[in-house]
């Protein structure tokens, strides 16, 4: 089977929307070359190699590539990513010139090129993601999810993620409750559990959301031990699930919404975990959460990206 490559020029604000149009377009399978990431892991003596080439990119810049399969019809799936960009400028972000190449690849080649963009991450203290072709020699102390990028999600490594793993690993107790609203592949909920959460609700309004994480779930064995659920939170959550920490890792807009019901499903004093949020968001949902209720604990930034930690009164 042959396949296309398609690689656009992007900025690192815009990374996360040009991905998402990827697989909208049909791209079955997506990868990124970015200083950002690999910044955050170069000093972590559990990786064994970092692309210096990458590196030393601007770290304003990311390189998003997508591959498409002849059987899919390539020509097709292009005119749909070309429409897809077009309307970038309508989401506010800055997003560069788009620059775009197309080049034809093997099976053999598809399926190198694709790989080896994913390596062992650590993403917080203890916690560390893999890919399932990847080995790692873990410390006593981490804790290994095994992720493999997948249909509309990444490998679970973006700095909102990091961000959100970090704020979970500073705030979450032994024995609390959880509800990781958005959930996508899943990999908030998985922390959560394997820090010591006693239950967990992973929501998510998109089915495609719910499948994969239900497979990353079983591939940690998490299958059973996590509740899933799909739908809006005032839907599938009732007055019995009441969380000590809610977690969202979406966008500003859908956070400044959330704010008004999540307090329905979290405890006094609870903590509401809030990431997706670029720089010149924050004071529109900082004045959000105030006018419900919520007082600032905590507020951490990867880059251009912000988590915010806000307890309930």
């Not at 990431?275 to 919520?294: H, T």
């Amino acid at each position: 089977m042959n396949w296309t490559e398609v690689q656009v020029t992007t900025t690192a604000e815009a990374e996360d929307a040009v991905v998402n149009i990827f697989y909208d377009a049909g791209a079955q399978g997506v990868a990124v070359e970015s200083s950002n990431n690999l910044l955050v892991i170069k000093d972590d003596p559990t990786v064994n190699a970092v692309d210096e080439s990458i590196l030393n990119m601007d770290p304003e810049i990311s390189v998003v590539r997508g591959y498409f399969s002849e059987e899919w019809g390539v020509d097709a799936c292009i005119d749909k990513l070309l429409d897809g960009l077009r309307y970038l400028p309508e989401t506010g972000l800055h997003h560069g010139e788009c620059e775009m190449s197309i080049r034809e690849m093997a099976d053999e080649d598809w399926v190198n090129s694709w790989k080896e963009f994913f390596k062992p991450t650590r993403i917080g203290k203890r916690i560390v993601i893999k890919p399932s072709w990847e080995h790692f020699e873990k410390k006593p102390q981490d804790i290994v999810i095994e992720m493999d990028p997948g249909m509309a999600f990444g490998s679970g490594t973006h700095e909102t993620t990091q961000l959100c793993v970090r704020a979970l690993e500073q705030h979450l107790k032994e024995g609390d409750h959880v509800i990781d609203i958005g959930c996508g592949s899943g990999i908030l909920s998985i922390v959560a559990k394997e820090l010591g959460a006693k239950k967990v609700i992973a929501i998510d309004l998109d089915p495609v959301a719910v499948d994969v994480a239900k497979t990353n779930f079983a591939h940690n064995q998490m299958e059973g031990v996590i509740s899933l659920r799909q739908g809006d939170l005032t839907e599938v959550l009732g007055p019995e699930d009441q969380a000590d920490i809610v977690v969202a890792n979406i966008m500003a807009d859908t956070i400044i919404t959330l704010s008004e019901t999540v307090s329905d499903f979290l405890k006094p004093g609870g903590l509401f975990i809030s990431s997706g949020i670029i720089n010149e968001s924050i004071g529109k949902v900082l004045i959000a959460l105030e006018e419900k209720g919520y007082e600032l604990i905590s507020l951490e930034s990867i880059g251009e990206w912000n988590v915010i930690v806000a307890g309930r009164k």
